[in-house]
Structures are given as C-alpha cells and as structure tokens.
C-alpha cells in the first residue's frame, strides 16, 4: 500500500474503495463509499481515520455515493483512448469484489439497502448500483470486464507465468501437514501495519518459517522475543517450536516479524519435492525465461504460511514484496484445506497495453486452489501481476478442516537481498525494493525507497536509490575495503 516514491500516486476512486473494502471488512460498501466521498472529501487517509472511529455504523444513503458507485461500475466504459492516458486501477476485480461484499453487506445492513434517495425506489440497490446503459448519454465502447476460469494447467501455463501441479504431494503427506499446520496455525499472528498513520490489521494470520539455510545469521532464540516482534505464541506451543532469530531485524510486507524453524521433518520432507519439482520446471522454462537462470538451483529456504479461517478472510490484490527475494523471484504455493479462489490480473502500466494501445487490464484470471495443489509462480508474475485470495466467494468445505485454508508459500530468501545488503534509508531502517511499473522511461528498473510510513505510520522520507547503483556501490566497497 505504500505509495511509490518514483512514481505518482494514482489513489482513484477505484483503488481507494478497494482499499477500504480489504481493510474493513466488517462495513457494507455503501457505507465505505458515502465515508470516503462525503465526510472524506475523497480522502482515503482521512476515510480510514473516520472508520476506524469506534462509533462507525449508520450510512445515510447519498446521491454522490450512488453515482459513484455507478460510475465505478460503469467506468468499465472507458474508451481505448481513455485507457491508455489514465490506466485502469484494477476496476475489474474489485467490481467482482463490490458485487459479492454487496450482496453480504445487503443482508448484513438493511439500513444500507434502502434506496429511499432514489428515483427507482422499486430496485433493489444491488441493481441500482449498476451501470445503467439506457441512462448513459453517450454509446461508447464497452471494455469487457471478465474473469476467465482457469483450470486445466495447460490453460493455465498459456495465460500466465504459472505451472500448476494439482495432487502434487502424495496424500498422507499433505494430509499430515495440513493436520500439523492447523495445530500451529493456533498460534500465527495477524499483522498490523500502518496506513496513512493508521494501524490495520490483516483479516488472515500468517507466518515464516525458514530453514537451516536461511541466508540471515540464525541463532536459536532463549529470551523473550524482542520487544517490536507482534507475533506471539502461547507458552505450550512456544516450548515445542524453536523460535529462530536473525542478526538483522526481518521485515515482511513492511512489518518486523519473528521467524520460526528451522524445518520439521514433515516441512522439510515438503520442502525437498518442492524444489525437485521447481527446478526441473525452470530448466524447462529457461529458454522462455532466460533471466530465471543466473542464480543456481531455487532453494526453498523460507516459506511464508497463511491461514484462512472462513469465506470472509483473504488478502488484498498484492504482489510479493521482491526485498529479499530479488527481482525475478519464483514463488511455489502448496494449497492445504478448503478450497479458495485465487485471483490475478496484470498490474496497469505501459506493460499492460498491447502495441496498437489497447488496454489488456480487462482480463482477470481465476484459478480454484484445491487441497493439495502446487502453483509455481515464475518470473515475471511478481513484476507483472498482481493476486489476491477472493473473499466472500462461496466453498465447500473439507473434510479435514470444514472452511479452512492454509497455504505454504515456498521461497528463495537470496543471500544478496539480506537486511546486511539492503540500504538504510534516512530513518534508518531497511528499505524497500520495488520495480517501476508505470513510468515508460524507467520501466522494469528496481529501486530502494523508505518503508516508514507502513512500519511505524510516520512519514516516509525520500531516499531513492536504484538497485544497480546500490550494487555497484556495494562492489566497489567490496574491491576497496576501508
Ligand atoms: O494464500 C495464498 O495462496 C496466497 C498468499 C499470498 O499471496 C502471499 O503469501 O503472498
Ligand atoms: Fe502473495
């Protein structure tokens, strides 16, 4: 959610109410929309300081928020030309997202359903809030706003820079470790950053565990944990599971994190079909990807965990922060449990226009993640896309877990990306590392900028630097030791 140092800061409305619409959760739409547009001004920062206000709970049904909401919807009519100047901030999914999280908010919140401001006071809202076609004054092209199934891998790898592995563990082994990870998922934290000074919490807990080779100095932790860790075990399980600290503080998704490990037997015995099955598919891929190749075999060093309990908890549309992973990162993710919709489009950009200018955001993708699937994300997905994990989408629930989900999040943790190799910034903590995505002169180049705002919601300052800068500095220190 930070905004980008080198590039400006598009907070449309679209972005804007799918931001709320991640972070509260718990509140209808309408009543998002009508804080944000009207006691907001069309200030995100200022809608999230009002809703996390103790007393939010009425919504007045506004005329500028139903208008908003059907241009939101209805801005899928933007010309080609429109497109190209000012790029879509992902109208499609979140649309999806504002027609599922409408239904529930209607059964939730009959107050909000009313539609007393309005001309058509026989329609429901949720029809209301649709673009009107015979109301539009003018007939433009309507960009197609679809979400593609994809199921068959071979569909799958034709679309994206995925493979997917469905049944890839033998069936007592995922079996046994979705059994393990529920029982330690008891105590993976939910994570709070900041957002515009304000303190979110994630709506699903998570965790890392890193393995014997983690690149960062490990050392078995016996004190308490320090005092900027949030995430706290119980004392029971705490006895069991070996806490791993590092020499450098570990920060994911802008957060300071403790990690777990090393690997048990059933994580490692994960770990070692992960890689085989990751590696045999990059050497497969290297023709077609050739800057997968460089670094030797991905190693599956650190694996971020998640855990969904029910429909209502996700993630937002993110891509995987590339800060100690590098650029070009692949990621592989086993699926345990319920079942879950997994989300991608492509980030909007220059990348994401063909050459004769059309925009190509349209398309969203959707992928069920069964128990038991793998999905390896390659290069360039983290660079050129963004996921999500759908909530409120409707599951059936398993046989192990009912409606729980879990997923393993296997990584390379590269000894060049450490907290020891990534600049400082002016507050003096580790930076962040993105990739232009929008700025056609500096497209696809990776820069460092300060994360402040998300970690301690204060102001970020303005250090900049690129990558390639940051590692020749660092090779020349390393020619010419002071
Ligand atoms: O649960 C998943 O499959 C996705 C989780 C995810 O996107 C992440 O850990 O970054
Ligand atoms: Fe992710």
Same mark, same amino acid.
């Given at each position: 959610?930070?905004?980008?140092?080198?590039?400006?800061?598009?907070?449309?409305?679209?972005?804007?109410?799918?931001?709320?619409?991640?972070?509260?959760?718990?509140?209808?739409?309408?009543?998002?929309?009508?804080?944000?547009?009207?006691?907001?001004?069309?200030?995100?920062?200022?809608?999230?300081?009002?809703?996390?206000?103790?007393?939010?709970?009425?919504?007045?049904?506004?005329?500028?928020?139903?208008?908003?909401?059907?241009?939101?919807?209805?801005?899928?009519?933007?010309?080609?030309?429109?497109?190209?100047?000012?790029?879509?901030?992902?109208?499609?999914?979140?649309?999806?997202?504002?027609?599922?999280?409408?239904?529930?908010?209607?059964?939730?919140?009959?107050?909000?359903?009313?539609?007393?401001?309005?001309?058509?006071?026989?329609?429901?809202?949720?029809?209301?809030?649709?673009?009107?076609?015979?109301?539009?004054?003018?007939?433009?092209?309507?960009?197609?706003? %679809?979400?593609?199934?994809?199921?068959?891998?071979?569909?799958?790898?034709?679309?994206?820079?995925?493979?997917?592995?469905?049944?890839?563990?033998?069936?007592?082994?995922?079996?046994?470790?979705?059994?393990?990870?529920?029982?330690?998922?008891?105590?993976?934290?939910?994570?709070?950053?900041?957002?515009?000074?304000?303190?979110?919490?994630?709506?699903?807990?998570?965790?890392?565990?890193?393995?014997?080779?983690?690149?960062?100095?490990?050392?078995?932790?016996?004190?308490?944990?320090?005092?900027?860790?949030?995430?706290?075990?119980?004392?029971?399980?705490?006895?069991?599971?070996?806490?791993?600290?590092?020499?450098?503080?570990?920060?994911?998704?802008?957060?300071?994190?403790?990690?777990?490990?090393?690997?048990?037997?059933?994580?490692?015995?994960?770990?070692?079909?992960?890689?085989?099955?990751?590696?045999?598919?990059?050497?497969?891929?290297?023709?077609?990807?050739?800057?997968?190749?460089?670094?030797?075999?991905?190693?599956?060093?650190?694996?971020?965990?998640?855990?969904?309990?029910?429909?209502?908890?996700?993630?937002?549309?993110?891509?995987?922060?590339?800060?100690?992973?590098?650029?070009?990162?692949?990621?592989?993710?086993?699926?345990?449990?319920?079942?879950?919709?997994?989300?991608?489009?492509?980030?909007?950009?220059?990348?994401? %226009?063909?050459?004769?200018?059309?925009?190509?955001?349209?398309?969203?993708?959707?992928?069920?993640?069964?128990?038991?699937?793998?999905?390896?994300?390659?290069?360039?997905?983290?660079?050129?896309?963004?996921?999500?994990?759908?909530?409120?989408?409707?599951?059936?629930?398993?046989?192990?877990?009912?409606?729980?989900?879990?997923?393993?999040?296997?990584?390379?943790?590269?000894?060049?990306?450490?907290?020891?190799?990534?600049?400082?910034?002016?507050?003096?903590?580790?930076?962040?590392?993105?990739?232009?995505?929008?700025?056609?002169?500096?497209?696809?180049?990776?820069?460092?900028?300060?994360?402040?705002?998300?970690?301690?919601?204060?102001?970020?300052?303005?250090?900049?630097?690129?990558?390639?800068?940051?590692?020749?500095?660092?090779?020349?220190?390393?020619?010419?030791?002071?």
């Amino acid at each position: 959610m930070t905004s980008n140092a080198s590039e400006p800061n598009e907070l449309d409305f679209d972005f804007q109410l799918a931001t709320l619409l991640s972070v509260f959760e718990q509140h209808p739409v309408e009543l998002l929309c009508d804080v944000l547009l009207d006691q907001a001004e069309g200030s995100l920062e200022r809608a999230i300081e009002l809703l996390s206000a103790p007393s939010v709970s009425h919504v007045e049904n506004s005329p500028l928020r139903q208008t908003r909401l059907t241009q939101y919807s209805g801005s899928r009519q933007r010309t080609t030309a429109e497109n190209k100047h000012r790029p879509s901030s992902g109208l499609e999914p979140t649309t999806t997202r504002l027609q599922e999280t409408r239904s529930e908010s209607l059964r939730n919140s009959p107050k909000c359903a009313t539609t007393e401001d309005n001309d058509n006071q026989d329609l429901p809202l949720a029809q209301l809030l649709r673009w009107n076609k015979a109301a539009s004054p003018t007939k433009v092209p309507r960009r197609v706003n %679809t979400v593609v199934n994809l199921v068959h891998p071979d569909a799958i790898a034709r679309q994206l820079p995925c493979v997917m592995i469905y049944n890839f563990l033998p069936k007592s082994l995922a079996d046994e470790l979705f059994l393990n990870l529920l029982q330690e998922s008891r105590t993976w934290p939910s994570y709070q950053w900041y957002l515009f000074e304000r303190q979110v919490t994630s709506p699903s807990t998570s965790t890392l565990y890193a393995d014997h080779d983690f690149p960062w100095v490990i050392h078995k932790e016996d004190s308490n944990l320090s005092e900027h860790s949030v995430d706290q075990a119980t004392p029971e399980i705490e006895r069991d599971q070996q806490s791993f600290t590092s020499n450098g503080d570990i920060y994911f998704a802008g957060r300071k994190i403790r990690i777990r490990g090393p690997y048990n037997q059933i994580l490692a015995e994960t770990r070692r079909r992960v890689e085989a099955k990751v590696n045999e598919i990059l050497s497969e891929h290297l023709s077609t990807y050739p800057h997968m190749s460089t670094h030797g075999p991905w190693l599956a060093n650190a694996v971020v965990a998640n855990c969904y309990q029910g429909s209502a908890q996700g993630v937002g549309w993110h891509n995987d922060r590339l800060t100690n992973i590098g650029p070009f990162p692949t990621i592989a993710s086993i699926s345990l449990g319920v079942s879950r919709q997994f989300r991608i489009r492509r980030i909007p950009g220059p990348l994401s %226009t063909t050459t004769s200018g059309d925009s190509i955001t349209g398309q969203t993708f959707n992928i069920s993640l069964p128990h038991n699937a793998l999905l390896v994300m390659l290069p360039p997905m983290q660079e050129e896309y963004q996921h999500t994990i759908q909530r409120h989408t409707p599951m059936d629930a398993h046989p192990l877990s009912s409606d729980t989900r879990i997923s393993l999040t296997f990584r390379y943790y590269r000894p060049e990306f450490t907290p020891k190799c990534t600049p400082q910034c002016h507050c003096g903590l580790p930076c962040q590392l993105r990739v232009v995505t929008k700025r056609e002169n500096s497209l696809g180049r990776y820069f460092y900028f300060c994360q402040a705002d998300q970690q301690h919601g204060k102001d970020k300052c303005t250090f900049f630097k690129w990558l390639e800068d940051h590692q020749a500095d660092l090779a020349s220190q390393t020619n010419h030791p002071s």
